[in-house]
């Protein structure tokens, strides 16, 4: 990978990695907590946040949007079971810093966002890293991303009251779709949905999350 181009000395003081150890200990898979530490956070932030860019905690990243917790993204991505020939979507590219994880896991990541200064800011971010196996659209997610499905899986990280219909739909038999659901401005559900077959999936809930609203476009 190219050196960063834009933003913060990544020798800026204070860094540190994103503490793999206590993790670990939380059972995520290995190749997750690699991806972890291969992805400098701080390069996703806002530079008035540098300084805490390592913390476990979701920071702000401009237009009433958040950066999540490194543990959650963790998460979702060791529940999401990325594999390297895998095609991966997610919903609410935000900074960029989950689809960045979800590229040092996967064949190929496309990435939506709805705030068009995000989606901008994000993809010249990703272009700066050379992560070259992401696309980033600007758009509403609901409907997916057809021409780059179907999915292994799918990263929702924005909250939703009930599972999208066009999402499942463009999820492969086998595929994984993480996402919180209920409703804005509260605690929601981080669901873990899974195609069992054509037509078919099982949803389980493994947590409460705090996430940002699903918002929709109004064409
Ligand atoms: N994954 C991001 C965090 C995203 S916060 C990161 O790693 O930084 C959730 C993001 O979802 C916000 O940027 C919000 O604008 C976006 N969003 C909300 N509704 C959306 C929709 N319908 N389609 C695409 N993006 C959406």
Known sequence: MRPPTRRHDRHHPGLR???CQCFRKQGLSERVLEAMGQTKRHLFIPERSCSIAYADR????????TISQPFIVALMTHLAEVAPDHVVLEVGTGSGYQAAILAHLARKVCTIEIVPQLAEAAAKTLRDLAYDNVSVRLGDGYAGWPECGPFDAIVVTAALGQLPPPLIERLKVGGRLIMPVGP???IQQLSVVEKIAPGKTTTRAVGLVRFVPFTRSQN
Do not use: C, D, E
Request: proline share 21%; no cysteine; net charge positive.
């Open 184 to 186: 804005a401005y509260t």
């Open 58 to 65: 979701p920071l702000p990243i401009g237009l009433g949007q």
């Open 17 to 19: 990695p994103v503490r």
